[in-house]
């Protein structure tokens, strides 16, 4: 421990003190302030179907197409542009309840874990006081939407798939204005 840990002892025991309060806690307790500071109508609530995609790397006899659930690809509500954003973007890698069911049928297969693309908004930073140390903080709304997608034509692989994905994704990235930030992220199919 350093002499500058020692001096900041007396400004730090305040949250400290309030952090170790918090830790003793029951889960329901602690619940109960979350839900306190939170506001579920600032909360955006993806729209999902039961959808189609297929995975990477198929062709011929051996494509196949997965039933499960898919991003909407017209949302509503708070975050509905986010959302309406991602499904522009993956609109060639997955079929949504509006469109035609696949050719041949689609098989049931619960443990796949397809690709995924989240889009991620942070705006309108406010200030609030932490639940757990009552420390200020600036908080933003957050809203994100994830969405599964697999190959867009038969045969391509996920390095293919990132090619055409990238750049849009990169170009509603850039297009944040200040003081709201956007993110990406890709999770391959499998992890």
Known sequence: MSFRDLRRYESQKAAYDNYKAWQALSPDAKQAAFAAITDETK??????????????????????????????????????????????????????????????????????????????????????????TKRSYLKPDVDTYSAPFGQSVGGQDYAAALLIITPQAN?????????????????????
């Open 43 to 132: 909360r955006s609530k993806p729209e999902r179907a039961m959808g189609f995609l297929s995975p990477f790397n198929q062709v011929g006899a051996a494509l196949k197409y997965i039933t499960m659930p898919v991003l909407k690809k017209i949302q509503e509500g708070q975050g509905a542009s986010v959302g309406n954003s991602l499904a522009t973007v993956l609109d060639n890698f997955y079929i949504d309840d509006q469109e035609a069911a696949p050719a041949g049928g689609a098989i049931e297969y619960r443990r796949f874990k397809a690709a995924r693309l989240s889009f991620t908004v942070r705006e309108s930073f406010v200030k609030k006081q932490s639940r757990i």
């Open 171 to 191: 170009t509603w990235r850039d297009a944040a204005t200040a003081p709201a930030k956007r993110s990406d992220k890709f999770t391959p199919e499998g992890a």
